[in-house]
């Protein structure tokens, strides 16, 4: 079964929610360690309204994958060229989906005239980014919770 990538439409709100707060909850649990806290934190703002207010702008460009007729990724990228969101749930582990999203956010970094994308990575993400090109810039630092997370910067051809 192939994976789609599309851009995300407003009624992918609900389901594309979903989809980001399974993956936080089970597959980044090294870098929340099921802190009741830090889950609190790093969900607190991944609620349907968010996700519907999000698609609906020109800018963030969002993503989602989509295989077997549901949605199995979420990614965005915001103005700047920052990724700030790439999520998929344990089922869709290793079936394209995280590689489909990222590089459809690269292309769409080089039609608006990008010359390299960035993002903060969380621990479980970064050996993935490594090994797609990107490379570290800088010390780790606290990211969107207590936790660390590394910035990263990948230089694309135009």
């Known amino acids: 079964m192939d994976v789609v990538i599309r ?15 399974a993956s936080i909850e089970t597959l980044c649990v090294a870098d929340h360690e099921n ?32 295989r077997g007729g549901r ?3 979420f990614g965005q990228m915001n103005h700047t060229g920052e990724i700030v969101l790439l999520y998929v749930p344990s089922e869709a582990r290793f079936t394209g989906a995280s590689i489909s999203i990222l590089e459809w956010l690269e292309r769409e970094a080089v039609a608006v005239g990008k010359e390299s994308v960035h993002l903060s990575s969380t621990l479980t993400a970064k050996r993935f980014y490594e090994a797609r090109g990107y490379r570290q810039v800088g010390e780790a630092g606290i ?16």
């Open 7 to 21: 851009v995300a439409r407003e009624e992918d709100a609900e389901e594309a929610c979903e989809v980001v707060r």
């Open 35 to 66: 802190d009741e806290r830090e889950l609190a934190i790093w969900l607190g703002n991944k609620n349907g309204e968010w996700f519907q207010r999000s698609i609906a702008l020109e800018l963030p460009s969002s993503v989602v994958a989509v």
């Open 71 to 73: 949605i199995c990724g």
């Open 143 to 158: 990211g969107f919770t207590t936790k660390k997370t590394w910035p990263m910067v990948k230089h694309l051809v135009l």
